[in-house]
């Protein structure tokens, strides 16, 4: 009948233990100087030798024959509990032997003296599961044992065993084996069973094994099915994606190639992967390039040999130390969801999430967005895609143009400017709400007469036979006309250097939106949540009042937008955000600017 190989290789002695020495070399001289305790506690993760050492340890207390404190596994007490013919040795699961009265019944038969051995040991396996009254009944025997009385017990979770029950046990704790000594004793079974295991699939099952020989031998077993066993037949029989395939798949999660992913993904599910193996393949690889960043002397030792380091270092330039973070939480976010079914639907939109952080509001997702954000940032790359879609800013001119640009217009040349362009037509004033008020006179009538200018004579009536007037002569054509008084020089000097101004602020909306992240940068691209008005001097923005209003009304975006205006119109602009009125239109101009518009009147002064 075939034997699985964790149990047919199970070691026999001290010796044949792997990676524990600081245990057995304890428990040997103590079986030879004859100074053994009433009570032992092993302590360990899954397959580190604690049941084996338990039964090699029972085997030596009662051994006829000991050998340097190892039993000779061939007097009939070594064979009896081998073969488990021996009844003063008790092999108890306390998973299923958890409640009190199985204790009682323990601790009732254990006061009679061994049948034919030299002590009676009870070995009580996964003694974490005993219930507390299962407890409190194995603590009155463990305080005061007959001589002939030895309880080993073993377990996984040492926080869940009482302290009274601590304190009167030696403890023992069992570490992980390190993945030379795995691959060392796998090498040598597979010698022993002629099967052809290659360095390589030995190296890399020893590292799945995460410190465990019984599934180091298990997974062996699983393999020996093979001709030969080597890497690719480790991959396919755990049905594992492999090291060359989760790198390509981190790949693609690195260049956001969210249909590549899947794809990749689809293969592995079509070829027997299982979706929890292969995102923890996934968070093993990003905890390596974690350690690579954090670490990148002192963490090799940390590592999990299962990637080359040419491709570690590769992939580490795609990723921060903050995105890696991020990304393995998230995949064990998944892992965590999988227990609840729907396995193949929780990694696709894992996978999504990794590609594409800004479709997830986790935490994780978070992290990853804001972290490619400054990583964008540093590199100085636009962070959105209107910012790639902005127009590039105009170039200065050089400085030999600028040295060849027309010297400005004398004094003379600006007056017959004047008289041959005629002035823009400025806007007629709005009437005050509050009454109806006649256009202005040329001269108000609450201000006195000027005192270079003599009131007029008062006219006298015209005679009955005074012959009418002659008409007055049209003025000659050659005479140049009278100059109107402009009423801002400055201001329309200033729109004929810029051209229109109703336009300046959509010219200028690209360039401004590119300037900003993306929450101001989406508000300024928007027409109907932002539309601007240039007045002379002034760039006025005006926001729809809540949310845009208060993201925009800041000092620094003003500060921002306004050497951008100031290089499109040639000259300096000042900039100021106002609330816009409900309707979508600007808001009525200011009782301030009302009066500005007095200014037209030479006469009109202001005091």
């Not at 506690?41 to 397959?47: N, Y």
């Not at 390509?248 to 990749?264: H, K, M, N, P, Y």
Request: proline share 11%; with cysteine.
């Amino acid at each position: 009948m075939y034997q699985a190989l964790y149990r047919k290789w199970r070691p026999q002695t001290f010796d044949d233990v792997a990676g524990q020495d600081h245990i057995t070399a304890t428990l040997k001289n103590q079986v030879r100087a004859g100074r053994l305790s009433h009570a032992y506690l092993f302590i360990g993760t899954r397959g580190t030798g604690k049941t084996t050492c338990a039964r090699i340890l029972a085997k030596a207390v009662n051994c006829e024959n000991p050998q340097d404190g190892n039993p000779c596994n061939a007097c009939r007490f070594c064979t009896g509990i081998d073969d488990g013919s021996l009844t003063d040795v008790v092999e108890m699961d306390a998973a299923s032997n958890n409640g009190v009265d199985n204790v009682r019944a323990l601790r009732d038969e254990a006061v009679f003296s061994p049948a034919s051995a030299k002590k009676r040991v009870y070995i009580i396996d996964e003694v974490h599961m005993l219930s507390g009254s299962a407890f409190n009944a194995l603590l009155k025997i463990l305080e005061e044992p007959p001589p002939h009385l030895m309880f080993i017990l073993a377990t996984t979770e040492l926080n869940k065993v009482p302290a009274t029950i601590l304190s009167r046990c030696q403890r023992h704790t069992f570490k992980r084996l390190d993945a030379a000594s795995v691959e060392a004793r796998l090498r040598y079974v597979a010698g022993e069973e002629k099967l052809a295991l290659t360095p390589e699939a030995a190296n890399l099952i020893a590292l799945l094994s995460e410190g465990g020989m019984r599934d180091a031998l298990s997974m062996l077993d699983q393999c020996a099915g093979r001709e030969k066993i080597d890497t690719d037949t480790v991959y396919s029989v755990m049905g594992m994606a492999g090291a060359r395939q989760t790198v390509r798949l981190l790949r693609l999660i690195a260049q956001r190639d969210t249909a590549g992913a899947l794809t990749l993904f689809d293969s592995l599910w079509r070829d027997g992967k299982n979706p929890s193996t292969v995102l923890g393949e996934l968070a093993s690889l990003q905890r390596d390039l974690l350690l690579t960043a954090v670490a990148p002397s002192g963490g090799k030792a940390l590592l999990s040999g299962s990637y080359d380091a040419a491709e570690l270092q590769s992939l580490s330039e795609s990723f921060t130390a903050a995105g890696l973070v991020a990304g393995i939480e998230r995949v064990q976010s998944a892992l965590n969801d999988m227990r609840t079914g729907q396995a193949r639907t929780v990694c696709e939109l894992c996978l999504i999430s990794l590609c594409e952080p800004e479709t997830g509001d986790s935490l994780s997702a978070l992290r990853q967005r804001i972290d490619r954000l400054e990583r964008l940032l540093r590199q100085g790359l636009p962070a959105g895609p209107a910012a790639r879609t902005a127009p590039a800013p105009p170039e200065a001119p050089a400085p030999e143009a600028k040295a060849a640009l027309p010297s400005p217009p004398e004094p003379e040349q600006k007056r017959e400017l004047n008289r041959t362009a005629a002035p823009e037509p400025m806007p007629e004033p709005e009437a005050p709400p509050w009454e109806d008020a006649p256009p202005l006179p040329e001269t108000p009538p609450w201000l006195p007469p000027a005192e270079d200018t003599p009131p007029p004579p008062p006219e006298a009536p015209p005679a009955e036979d005074a012959p009418p007037p002659p008409p007055e002569a049209p003025p000659a054509e050659d005479a140049p006309p009278e100059p109107e008084p402009s009423p801002a020089p400055r201001e329309i000097s200033a729109a004929a250097a810029d051209g229109a101004a109703e336009d300046f602020w959509e010219r200028l909306r690209p360039r401004a939106a590119a300037a900003f992240p993306g929450g101001i940068q989406a508000i300024l691209e928007d027409p109907h949540k932002v539309t601007g008005r240039l007045e002379g001097d002034m760039l006025s923005l005006y926001a729809t009042p809540g949310f845009e209003l208060n993201m925009l009304d800041r000092p620094d975006t003003a500060a921002v937008i306004a050497p951008l205006a100031s290089e499109q119109a040639g000259r300096s602009i000042r900039v100021r955000i106002r609330e816009r009125s409900p309707d979508g239109s600007a808001p009525e101009r200011p009782s301030g600017e009302r009066l500005d518009t007095l200014r037209k009147y030479p006469i009109v002064k202001f005091v």
